[in-house]
């Protein structure tokens, strides 16, 4: 874990395991749609831990670039944790295809689209650490957010399958699962203080899972609790109720 690519770093949770990383002092590659905006930071980070930050432009959306834009980082990270992901708008989304769209795209065509390119440059050098952050969403389908969830469930099938695959040439691949987080993805959503983790919190324990070669990991234990709940409620019950 000496050189980092964050995909999605303008987020709050990419943001703290930025600082961590940083103050690990590893050289970090910070990418997403409007990288300038991450000037303030490169600079942050460099003045506070005097490592090497480079800024590159990344856009989920655009898979089309996605391999010309990995072919481009020169070196090439050891790292690269998937931060990006868009909850979306469920209700317009069942109607508006655009939206239904951007909720697959983000969460699962554009991670998938990037993961590939790197797996395989990975897998060729017999090294590297893949992190992608899923959500318990993605566990079982309800009717508030099931686009949404789909979507991270396919994304969680996807780095299982990518897991098995790399095992083999010493690559480590982590499943995060995040409950809620306190960031603007959540926007004014209330949410049991319980459930949710701070960015910070997150951060610390996807940098844990990854020194610990974990697997799978929930940001906050409680949610594999109340996700094995949620899994092991009958159909014939699970589908009456209002989730």
């Known amino acids: 874990m000496k050189r980092v690519l964050i995909l999605g770093a303008s987020s709050e949770v990419a943001l703290a395991l930025a600082d961590q990383l940083a103050a690990k002092s590893c050289e970090l590659i910070l990418a997403a749609r409007n990288s300038e905006r991450l ?5 942050d980070l460099t003045i506070r831990f005097g490592i090497k930050v480079n800024l590159a432009e990344f856009d989920a959306l655009q898979p089309a670039t996605h391999k010309k834009f990995y072919e481009n980082l020169d070196p090439k990270p050891d790292t690269v944790i998937c931060v990006f992901g868009y909850l979306g708008d469920h209700t317009r989304a069942i109607i508006d295809w655009e939206e239904s769209a951007k909720i697959v795209m983000s969460n699962y065509v554009g991670a998938v689209s990037i993961l590939n390119v790197i797996a395989n440059d990975f897998e060729k050098r ?5 992190v992608g952050i899923s959500s318990v969403a993605g566990e079982r389908g309800r009717q508030s957010n099931y686009l949404y969830g789909s979507a991270k469930a396919g994304f969680s ?6 897991r098995n695959r790399l095992f083999k040439n010493g690559v480590q691949v982590i499943t995060v699962k995040p409950g809620f987080m306190k960031t603007r ?8 203080p319980f459930l949710t983790a701070q960015p910070d919190k997150a951060a610390s324990l996807i940098i844990r899972a990854m020194e610990r070669k974990r697997d799978v990991v929930y940001v906050l234990p409680t949610w594999k609790w109340v996700m094995l709940m949620i899994r092991n409620i009958p159909e014939f ?7």
């Open 39 to 43: 000037a303030a930071v490169k600079s």
């Open 126 to 130: 017999a090294e590297g650490i893949i």
């Open 157 to 162: 099938a996807y780095l299982s399958g990518l």
């Open 185 to 192: 993805m959540l926007g004014n959503m209330k949410t049991s």
């Open 237 to 243: 019950v699970f589908k009456r109720l209002k989730l």
